[in-house]
Each structure stands twice: as C-alpha cells, then as structure tokens.
Nanobody
Framework: QVQLVESGGGLVQPGGSLRLSCAAS????????MDWYRQAPGQQREVVAG????????HYIDSVKGRFTISRDNAKNTLYLQMNSLKPEDTAVYYC?????WGQGTQVTVSS
C-alpha cells in the first residue's frame, strides 16, 4: 500500500518560514519525479514545484521562485519544500505527488 504523508504545515506570520516534508512508503520514489502542489480555498490545485528523480533538476512557478526550495532525500524516501519569505497568498493546503499517488495535504496559513 502506497502512502504519502505530508507534515510541517502550520500558522506563520508574513515573512516567516516553514519546511514541509513528504514521507513515502510502499513506493520507490527514486524512480519518479515528484511535485508539490497547493490548493487555496475556492481555487484550483496548482503545481508549485517539481524535482527530477535524482534531484538534479527543479522547476518552480514564478510566484515562488527565489523563496521556495524543493529537495529530496531518496535514501529516506522523503520530499521537502523549504518555504521562506512567506506571503498571505501562499496560504493553501499543500500536497505532494509521486506518480499517480497523492498525500492527504498539510495546511499552511500565512497571517499576522
């Protein structure tokens, strides 16, 4: 049974930082590219960042470039998203994806 479990979300003030983790089990993540998505209330789910199988290639949506960093540790079967300089518009539920599998999401709220 494949499971992706996100953690690290929470409430943070504008300008703050959070680090999300996505721990995978039941799947060898190193053979897949992986992505972080987010979905804000009333909005469609959008891809935020992606990373290649070996971590050598990454991509980001324009709105998070320079603030977010995606990384992975294949030995730990874990995906990360370091989020700095957070803005209220980053508020959303964040999901990780590997192949056709999704995590349950973790809430990120940026508010003063």
């Amino acid at each position: 049974q494949v499971q992706l479990v996100e953690s690290g979300g929470g409430l943070v003030q504008p300008g703050g930082s959070l680090r999300l983790s996505c721990a995978a089990s039941g799947i060898i993540t190193s053979i897949y590219g992986m992505d972080w998505y987010r979905q804000a209330p009333g909005q469609q789910r959008e891809v935020v960042a992606g990373i290649s199988r070996d971590g050598g290639s990454t991509h980001y949506i324009d709105s998070v470039k320079g603030r977010f960093t995606i990384s992975r540790d294949n030995a730990k079967n874990t995906l990360y998203l370091q989020m700095n300089s957070l803005k209220p518009e980053d508020t959303a539920v964040y999901y990780c994806r590997c192949s056709r599998y999704w995590g349950q999401g973790t809430q990120v709220t940026v508010s003063s």
